[in-house]
């Protein structure tokens, strides 16, 4: 090989090897930028708190807590949800009457009610964090909020979230 050829791949090389440390500053030095009291990124939920009611850090503190166990509850309505609507699609492949599927789909009414009954129990667990002087202004936002609270899961354009307990080759 001729030297002019060693000097461009070595140019090459120096490149790559400068662009890598650089992305690997940016992702390790610049992680706790937009992260909340608890090292986590803050909610949208929790930003929304804070601007517009005016809760403290130590109110978003409890929040987070409420949040998580919120979360975690949640988790199992939205399972028994997605079962109950994979047993009613799967009638379609078979010769169903109207009963089976008039009770597959009263058991997703009742989940999904016993879902919504959830979050509004949420919301007022939220409100009693709430001071006198920010209960009015989380009423009047508490429409807007539960809007928040859903989107967090759907953003607008994004597809499906993938659900690895379901297999659409059936």
Request: net charge positive; hydrophobic share 40%.
């Amino acid at each position: 090989m001729n030297p002019a050829r060693y000097k461009t791949l070595v140019a090459i090389i120096a490149v790559l090897l400068l662009s890598n440390i650089a992305m690997l500053v940016y992702f390790v030095g610049w992680k706790n930028i937009g992260k909340g009291h608890n090292g986590q990124h803050k909610s949208p939920m929790a930003e929304f708190l804070q601007k517009e009611i005016g809760f403290t850090p130590q109110q978003l503190v409890i929040f987070d807590t409420l949040r998580q166990d919120h979360r975690n509850s949640m988790k199992s309505y939205f399972d028994e949800i997605s079962k109950s609507r994979d047993s009613l699609y799967q009638l379609i492949g078979q010769a169903p009457t109207s009963d089976s599927v008039m009770r597959a789909t009263v058991s997703i009414g009742n989940r999904q009610a016993a879902l919504e009954l959830r979050l509004f129990q949420n919301l007022r667990q939220i409100r009693a964090l709430c001071t006198p002087e920010q209960v009015t202004k989380f009423d009047s936002l508490a429409p807007s909020l539960v809007h928040k609270m859903i989107s967090q899961s759907r953003r607008p354009g994004s597809p499906p979230r993938a659900d690895s307990s379901r297999d659409m080759r059936k």
